[in-house]
């Protein structure tokens, strides 16, 4: 069976088209990312809060979770950071050593 230049094409811009449609993943976006990042972290930390109100030491201890929180902030932001980092080299290896 022969394929014509016009049917090549029309299978070369379909191809393309599911290449970048496959690149541009809406559930692989940073913003997509940050908000299951975001809604893992409001969920860990409703659960601390609701276990100190569980104890009666919810008031009391208020500054306390603030500074946490700020605190695994900071943490959660160098440990992506290392993640990316450790990944981008993982993968750059991979592809030296395919070259």
């Known amino acids: 069976m022969k394929i014509t230049k016009?049917?090549?094409?029309?299978?070369?811009k379909?191809?393309?088209?599911?290449?970048?449609?496959?690149?541009?993943?809406p559930e692989y976006s940073p913003?997509?990312?940050a908000d299951r990042i975001v809604e893992?972290?409001?969920?860990?930390?409703?659960d601390y809060v609701d276990w100190h109100a569980s104890q009666g030491r919810l008031s009391?201890?208020?500054?306390?979770?603030e500074a946490d929180a700020a605190q695994v902030?900071?943490?959660?932001?160098?440990?992506i950071e290392t993640q990316i980092l450790a990944l981008t080299d993982m993968y750059s290896d991979?592809?030296?050593?395919?070259?």
């Open 73 to 79: 902030a900071a943490l959660v932001k160098d440990e």
């Open 40 to 46: 893992a972290a409001a969920n860990i930390i409703s």
């Open 60 to 65: 009391a201890v208020m500054n306390e979770i």
């Open 94 to 99: 991979a592809q030296d050593r395919r070259w």
């Open 31 to 33: 913003q997509a990312i």
């Open 14 to 25: 379909e191809e393309k088209a599911k290449l970048i449609n496959e690149a541009s993943m």
């Open 6 to 12: 016009r049917q090549l094409r029309q299978i070369i």
